[in-house]
């Protein structure tokens, strides 16, 4: 059973920053991608910003500059170190892993979720 632990979410007044944690155990495949998605009431789930085993990374436009993800991949674990923070960065964030089988196969795993919320 994979589990994702989120931690670091909260209330920030705008400008603040805040750093988000999450830990993946119990795969029994390596984890190739894992990321951060968030969802705002009434909107659609979107990805924040993604890293690969590599250190590749990926951004959404929103973010760049402001954002900044990190990954330690003995830990299996992930970052998301966010800053200048805006009233529409808040929403829950959702931590997401993918792993990859032998075959190839893609198995995506999702946290439960932190609240972060900026206060204007």
């Known amino acids: 059973q994979v589990r994702l632990v989120e931690s670091g979410g909260g209330l920030v007044p705008a400008g603040g920053s805040l750093r988000l944690s999450c830990a993946a155990s119990?795969?029994?495949?390596?984890?190739?991608?894992m990321g951060w998605y968030r969802q705002a009431p009434g909107k659609q789930r979107e990805l924040v910003a993604a890293?690969?085993?590599?250190?590749?990374?990926n951004y959404a436009d929103a973010v760049k500059v402001r954002f900044t993800i990190s990954r330690d991949n003995a830990k299996n674990a992930v970052y998301l170190q966010m800053s200048s923070l805006k009233p529409d960065d808040t929403a829950v964030y959702l931590c997401?892993?993918?792993?990859?089988?032998?075959?190839?196969?893609?198995?995506?795993?999702w946290g439960q979720g932190t609240q972060v919320t900026v206060s204007s």
């Open positions: 119990g795969s029994i495949f390596p984890i190739d991608v």
């Open positions: 997401n892993a993918v792993a990859v089988g032998t075959l190839g196969g893609r198995y995506v795993y």
């Open positions: 890293i690969s085993s590599g250190g590749s990374t």
